[in-house]
């Protein structure tokens, strides 16, 4: 049939032949079948998709993967979005650490508006770039999850947490607020809210913070927790009245370190109104996202709406 050039009669009888390969637990022998009919018709939809089934029982995730992903892209270039989708989730099952493939999916799901599942596909990735500690990686897809799902108070703290230890002060402090407002005597954040405050030289509202906290801890029986807020204190500001009556300290500036140290070397600046200044370098950096993981549609809509 191939050497008449019966090409569609060449394809039934391979598949036929596969098909008895498969049955009977040829596995191999079906895969190398497959592939001839991928020869013989690049593209072809259902034998890449049938190589994969095979490749995927004989334990070749990888290249089951690549025959899914050629699939994806035929699909998305037909429009076929749903029906990508499911694949996506294949490709996922087969290779769960592979973060391009999550965000594709989740990028999926968002496109049919499902908000859930495109959430529970970014967290887990996020889940493994803060296990590898790849903190910039962690900060764009944590970005995109917010833009997404705004009220996954989890992942702001998260992201807080990573502005701080990146020194990156304002855009933490504009996650801080938002925590801030959802529970306004949450210890942890009034820690960090503090630390953003100082960092960015608003010693006064720096202050503010740490001796509401030290009044918090005071109330919840937390002595020590409570010294620490006002050394905390101390440290900014070493004549405060309030923390050296609570210390017990003459010489504040001799005491020993306890709790967190907030770096104070940096000359205060006057305090300014914070603005949501950062969206354009939110959009950048989505772009540059999307592109690493060769999303280049969602790269351009991400730039155009920088622009």
């Known amino acids: 049939y191939v050497r008449k050039g019966a090409t569609q009669h060449a394809v039934a009888t391979y ?5 008895y390969y498969q049955d009977n637990g040829h596995h191999q022998k079906a895969a190398a079948v497959y592939k001839q009919i991928i020869g013989l018709v690049p593209g072809a939809i259902d034998a890449h998709l049938s190589l994969a089934d095979v490749l995927a029982r004989l334990g070749q995730s990888a290249e089951a993967v690549n025959e899914l992903q050629i699939v994806v892209g035929s699909y998305e270039r037909e429009g076929r979005h749903r029906d990508s989708c499911e694949l996506l989730a294949r490709i996922v099952d087969l290779a769960p650490d592979e973060e391009a493939n999550r965000i594709r999916l989740a990028e999926a799901y968002a496109r ?9 596909e970014f967290k887990t990735v996020l889940d493994q770039l803060h296990r590898n500690r790849r903190l910039d990686d962690f900060i764009q897809v944590a970005e995109r999850l917010l833009y997404l799902a705004p009220d996954e108070i989890g992942t ?6 990573v502005y701080l230890q990146r020194r990156q002060p304002k855009r933490a402090l504009a996650r801080l607020q938002v925590l801030f407002q959802s529970d306004p005597s949450d210890t942890d954040v009034l820690e960090m809210l503090g630390q953003a405050f100082n960092d960015l030289g608003y010693r006064g509202k720096a202050i503010s913070v740490y001796r509401e906290l030290a009044r918090i801890q005071g109330a919840h029986g937390n002595d020590s927790a409570r010294l620490d807020a006002f050394r905390t204190l101390l440290s900014i500001d070493p004549n405060d009245p309030e923390a050296l009556e609570a210390t017990g300290a003459s010489d504040p500036l001799s005491m020993p370190p306890s709790g967190r140290r907030i770096d104070v070397s940096a000359p205060p600046r006057a305090e300014e109104p914070v603005f949501d200044g950062d969206r354009v370098d939110r959009f950048v950096e989505d772009a540059q996202l999307y592109l690493k993981y060769s999303l ?12």
């Open 15 to 19: 598949n036929r032949v596969a098909t």
């Open 112 to 120: 049919q508006n499902d908000t859930a599942g495109a959430t529970r």
């Open 156 to 161: 702001v703290r998260r992201l807080a947490e």
């Open 296 to 307: 280049e549609e969602h790269a351009m809509a991400r730039v155009e709406r920088a622009l």
